[in-house]
């Protein structure tokens, strides 16, 4: 699979020599023949496809505010499945991490899908920019960490980014406390190949003095398993946050809703169910094609007052 997905991503590279062929073409044909217009249009547009869109990563603010008297504010950094291996490297972690730095972020969040068919004995090397990050950084693990559908070398994973100060919290619970204030961070294994434990949402008799919580997981789709849970007996979910779904990656209108894989038709942005509310990211890398459309990589910043 790996070397099949190599040859896809190269491949791409054929695009420019035909290019120049079908302009040569169109040149020497004074009847400019429409299927020559046709396949140049689609050799451009899978150009920037591939080599201009996938590569520009932009920042986008967001605002959350929990109450309206709010008197206190905090900012988060965003991002997720970034899927290096077969088709990203470090170079995509580099221009995160020289981002994250200009903003200056609170606290980052990373919630899942780090790889993507990569050699485990490359995981410290590609990830190592990481450890340039001052501010605390929290994450979890998505279906491709675990093994969907590569070889699961979670484990490696795992014991790489906690070497490089990334704050793993699977199935934990962490508090830090923020310009002053407690923060709660919650986060669970991914729903399709981990497994979750929504015991950690327990309440544990220190909910009085945490000032806003975080729920991280991988697929929104855990909004489904915790949003009925006894409001008695669990904690109060301030934001949750969620990756996975690339925000369709090739947004073709109408069509790219059908291939977003999620049970509830979610997409990107802010989601209020039930009285919890979700913010998933549309994620940095990609899966199947090395291509986005009208969805460019994307640093999430979350300015949340509360």
Known sequence: MKIFLTIIFYSFYLLFPLIVFLS??????????????????LAIFLIWMRFVEL???????????KNKG?????KVAVFSDMHLGVYNNDSIIKKIVQKIKKINPDVVIIPGDFIYFIDKNKLVEQFS????????????????????????????????????????ID???????????????????DIWVGNPDYEVLRKDGSEDQVDFTFFITHNPDTLYEVKDLAIDDY???????????????IRLPILYKHIIPTKYNFDKGFY??????????PGIGTVGLPLRLF????????????
């Open 24 to 41: 040569w073409q169109l040149y020497k044909n004074k009847k400019r023949p429409i299927e020559i217009i046709i396949l140049l249009i």
């Open 55 to 65: 590569n520009n990563l932009i920042v986008k603010d967001y605002k959350f505010t």
């Open 70 to 74: 709010y008197n206190n504010e905090i």
């Open 129 to 168: 920019d990481l450890k340039n990050i001052s501010v605390p950084v929290l994450a979890v693990l998505g279906n491709h960490d675990y093994g969907k559908p590569e070889k699961n070398i979670s484990q490696d994973l795992n014991s790489v980014l906690e070497s490089l100060g990334i704050i793993m």
């Open 171 to 189: 199935n934990q619970v962490k508090k830090i406390n923020i310009n002053g204030d407690l923060i709660e961070f919650i986060g669970t294994e």
């Open 235 to 249: 904690k109060k979910i301030d934001l949750m946050i969620a990756g996975h779904t690339h925000a369709g990656q």
């Open 272 to 281: 209020n169910i039930s009285n919890l509310n979700l913010f998933i990211t």
């Open 295 to 306: 969805n460019f990589p994307e640093l999430s910043i979350l300015n949340i007052r509360y």
